[in-house]
């Protein structure tokens, strides 16, 4: 019997099946995807409706979060929303938004537009979406992500049993002594780019980023991430160069605003308003591997690197000046899950366990790991290292 007949006709023409079952995610790669997930912290979901109001016009009850307008005496809802909602300068029950810094600036004038305060549920409750799988048992994620031993583990670093506790180092980077580091394994920077605009914080010249060691801070095939915008993505490509690192891949952060819907007006970019910023990615090569040669992912010395895992786009609101979506660290948790971490550029709410920040308003500093705390003591005797 022919089995297509007994099947019945098929609804796909046979390039399309082709293409459904080509695009079809595979069960090693479904089950390695589940083997990486962190696990996602209970919240409440926004209304699809966004307004209690216009909740209200299509259902009686509704246990999720809302938004409700904010009328002020100069208040014109015919203008609509305004472009920066929550990251308005202009909007009184904002100026403590850490992302405005100091709150509204000198003789700013009120905002006529249309912002919103949030409308809690009447009962907090958890969401997981829908058909959420369990996370899958240790003994199962250590089959299928097994660690890398001998040279893809990477050298041995002191204190790495103790350092899952959050480290930081309150420095000026332009002049720090880097030697007293060791060798991480992972490294994200946002720098400070001269992007040629008004910044309400200090900027970095081209050439005192070229200067920067973070060759010296990696063995062969370290992950490096530097966030960039505007021309900074062009000199970033040139450092890599410069540095002797491979550019591998991309991540674009899509920003929202305080209603999830996509910002139309940033406050970056010369011809257009900026509503994305990008995570460029690189490895460091080997002193003896051709800068054109083709990566060798199948070697040994890159089975710690964990590809097919995480997507490319990660989309999430703003929050304070400069602070980075947190499911990047997860994805770079995931991509390179062995050796030390280093985060530079960082600020009090990028300080992660795991994870060593450098930054120059860090507070005291704080250190889990006594080999580290030990060089820096011994190299900054005037400076203060909280060893915990």
Avoid at 51 to 76: D, G, K, M, Q, Y
Avoid at 147 to 152: D, K, L, R
Avoid at 323 to 336: I, T, W
């Amino acid at each position: 019997m022919d089995i297509q007949a007994a099947a019945g006709p098929s609804r796909l023409r046979p390039v399309d099946e082709l293409h459904s079952l080509l695009s079809r995610e595979t069960a090693k790669s479904r089950l390695r995807r589940l083997a990486s997930r962190s696990e996602v912290p209970p919240f409440n979901p926004v209304c699809a409706q966004t307004t209690l109001t216009a909740c209200r016009a299509v259902r009686s009850e509704c246990t999720r979060v809302h938004f409700e307008p904010i009328i002020r005496p100069w208040t014109n809802p015919s203008l609509g929303y305004c472009s920066y909602l929550n990251m308005c300068y202009g909007e009184p029950m904002f100026s403590s938004n850490p992302s405005l810094g100091d709150g509204p600036r000198s003789g700013t004038k009120e905002c006529r537009y249309l912002h919103f305060q949030v409308v809690p549920a009447a009962t907090r409750h958890v969401e997981r979406p829908k058909d959420w799988p369990a996370r899958l048992p240790p003994s199962a994620r250590r089959r299928l992500l097994p660690e890398p031993t001998g040279e893809a583990a990477g050298p041995a670093e002191p204190g790495a049993l103790v350092a899952a506790k959050a480290q930081w180092v309150n420095c000026d980077i332009r002049t720090f002594d880097f030697s007293v580091l060791g060798q991480f394994q992972v490294i994200v920077a946002d720098p400070p780019w001269d992007i040629h605009m008004n910044l309400p914080y200090g900027t970095m010249t081209d050439d005192e980023m070229r200067s920067l060691p973070l060759p010296a801070l990696q063995p062969d095939w370290g992950v490096l991430a530097l966030w960039v915008t505007g021309r900074a993505m062009e000199i970033a490509r040139e450092l890599f160069a410069v540095w002797g690192y491979r550019r591998v891949d991309e991540l674009v952060w899509v920003k929202t605003n305080q209603l999830q819907r996509l910002i139309r007006t940033g406050r970056t970019g010369h011809w257009l308003n900026h509503t994305c910023e990008h995570l460029l990615i690189a490895l460091k090569l080997p002193a003896a591997h051709p800068p054109d040669a083709p990566v060798p992912w199948s070697a040994p010395a890159l089975a710690h690197i964990r590809r097919a895992v995480d997507t490319d786009v990660v989309v999430a609101e703003v929050r304070e000046t400069s602070r980075k979506p947190d499911e990047v660290y997860g994805v770079l948790e995931r991509l390179a899950g062995q050796g030390r971490k280093l985060e530079l550029f960082g600020r009090k709410h990028n300080v992660r366990p795991g994870w060593l920040t450098l930054g120059n308003q860090l507070g005291v500093s704080q250190l889990t790991e006594p080999d580290l705390h030990a060089r820096l003591t011994a190299r900054y005797p005037d400076q203060r290292y909280t060893l915990v």
